[in-house]
């Protein structure tokens, strides 16, 4: 397992001088490197590396030998990305650009230590003293090493931008004793704990409209490549919202997992899924929140999280999950309950009223293998109880609010 950590450290001007030159003539050589790959149709490190190391080094002479390898190493892993899009049908162009550059170190060329991070340049060593945040020490206290690798990147102000690599072994999987089903939805996931769904908000469709808006007002009547235009659409931090919202979700549904020795159900979703879903949907605003409401990005936060800690991840076939009664194993029939979509269903065998979200986690459940038996039927809605946004973020576990929940419901 792998995670970056990303520092900012402000230098002189002569330290990052120095950086610069290396920036300067490391972009070369892989642009050399991209070149080679290219008309010799190879993405091996080794093939490139042996067909340009003697001309880089004739042409760079004093920089350290070892840039031209981790150059050779960026452009392997560029050529791989670029033939993985293209043979997927997303790539923009007929080959790799090289537009931003990222500076590739490895155990030569770095060395870490927490009084001062030192990187080799033409000139000699520099050395820069970073301020560590929390996630850093997050990591390094809790038995994730440094990794030999790291990067770097210049930025405007005499900025560097480091990037510290830490590493862990993956810890084996347990056995499981019970399930935890994980329903994704556009604008909410439904988790059933201890046999009891809940429904947590995250307010997926608020954010992306709400940003889209915003992006209209700002472009109106103005060209993208207009200067205040660019600088103001970087500023919206859609992206940043989402992730957050993400990690803090995978977390908690990992570590409620994690406490009851439970394996986490999935929705084994098809690659590409977005694009399946909008495929016949024609209104465009729907396809838009669809589109951003990044399922496989959810789906995949919480496996990299469960990975982190051991907890098993069952994947199940996700056709029909919301539309079976899990009692009769019929057809539910769906009707507008007040809403433009309709939640609420009817079994056409036993006449019970389902919660979309509610019936998807106990199919989901039976298709885990779970045998347990399944809730006796109701006339009356299965309406999961519904945890706001700002609430669930700021919880330790999902049992607590469970019992919050709990605790509520006896004062009134």
């Not at 919202?241 to 929705?267: C, F, G, Q, T, Y």
């Not at 079976?324 to 056409?348: E, L």
């Amino acid at each position: 397992m792998e995670r970056t950590v990303k520092l900012r450290v402000k230098v002189d001007y002569e330290t990052y001088r120095k950086l610069k030159e290396v920036e300067e003539e490391y972009r070369g050589i892989l642009a050399n490197a991209i070149e080679y790959g290219l008309r010799n149709n190879t993405t091996s490190f080794t093939k490139i590396k042996a067909g340009i190391y003697k001309a880089e080094r004739e042409k760079h002479k004093d920089i350290p030998s070892h840039y031209i390898y981790t150059a050779c190493e960026d452009a392997s892993e560029r050529l791989s990305s670029f033939e993985k899009m293209k043979r997927k049908g997303r790539a923009y162009s007929d080959r790799p650009e090289v537009r931003r550059v990222t500076v590739h170190l490895d155990d030569h060329l770095w060395k870490f230590s927490l009084d001062r991070i030192s990187i080799s340049t033409k000139r000699g060593r520099v050395s820069l003293s970073p301020i560590f945040p929390k996630i850093f020490w997050r990591y390094y206290n809790n038995g994730w090493r440094v990794a030999s690798e790291a990067r770097f990147k210049l930025l405007k102000g005499n900025v560097v931008e480091l990037y510290i690599v830490f590493k862990k072994d993956e810890p084996k999987p347990y056995e499981p004793k019970a399930f935890i089903p994980v329903d994704l939805n556009e604008n909410s996931v439904s988790v059933l704990v201890d046999g009891k769904p809940i429904l947590l908000e995250t307010n997926t469709k608020k954010i992306t409209l709400g940003y889209e808006y915003k992006r209209k007002w700002i472009t109106a009547g103005k060209s993208t490549k207009d200067r205040d235009t660019r600088r103001k659409l970087r500023k919206l931090r859609e992206r940043d919202k989402k992730v957050d919202i993400r990690r803090k979700l995978a977390k908690l549904v990992v570590m409620e997992a994690l406490e009851s020795r439970s394996a986490i159900v999935l929705e084994d979703l098809p690659k590409r899924a977005p694009e399946h879903m909008i495929k016949d949907v024609r209104d465009s605003q729907l396809r838009l929140r669809i589109y951003r409401s990044a399922f496989s990005s959810t789906k995949n936060a919480i496996m990299e999280k469960a990975k982190e800690f051991g907890v098993p991840i069952i994947l199940v076939d996700p056709a029909y999950t919301s539309s079976t009664c899990p009692v009769h194993g019929s057809k539910i029939i769906y009707r507008p309950d007040g809403g433009s979509a309709p939640r609420v269903g009817v079994c056409v065998v036993g006449k019970e009223r389902w919660h979309r979200d509610v019936v998807s986690l106990y199919n989901l459940m039976r298709r885990a293998g779970d045998v347990s038996p399944m809730p006796l039927g109701s006339k009356e809605s299965h309406d999961p109880p519904t945890v706001k946004l700002g609430r669930w973020l700021r919880a330790k576990s999902l049992h607590q609010i469970m019992i919050e929940d709990k605790m509520i419901e006896m004062m009134v």
